[in-house]
């Protein structure tokens, strides 16, 4: 999807002030900062209206294409193939979105994920 950008998470820094804003720096100097124009420097407190809007995630370990037929023939046991390799990354979808890839993990007997890196979409 996309372009096809991919943004590593180890490049991400936590303790930067500048990983905190959510205003791009370099569209900042053509918005002036002008709190009267909307545009101003935003944080993560300015989002709290959306904290508790519900998402749908999403973890795709793998997809394939089989006939109806073939479907209806599967029993308890068959193995159906998928299109990715052990050890692949899979997709993690919010909203029917491609926003991340990842890990799948173990956690206290359940299964998890871990992102590994961000999809970066130019598309709004």
């Known amino acids: 999807m996309g372009n096809g950008d991919d943004i590593d998470l180890t490049d991400f820094d936590a303790d930067s002030e500048q990983s905190s804003s959510l205003v791009d720096p370099a569209s900042e100097d053509a918005r002036s900062g002008d709190a009267e124009d909307g545009f101003g420097e935003k944080s993560a407190t300015d989002l709290g209206a959306v904290f508790d809007v519900p998402v749908n995630i999403s973890a795709v370990l793998g997809r394939t294409h089989m006939e109806v037929s073939d479907l ?3 029993k308890a046991g068959n ?4 299109d990715r390799k052990v050890g692949e990354a899979i997709d993690i979808f919010v909203n029917n979105r491609l926003v991340a890839r990842g890990e799948v993990v173990m956690v206290e007997n359940r299964l998890g994920v871990t992102m590994t890196e961000i999809i970066k979409n130019d598309q709004h």
């Open 72 to 74: 209806l023939k599967l």
């Open 79 to 82: 193995i159906v193939e998928l």
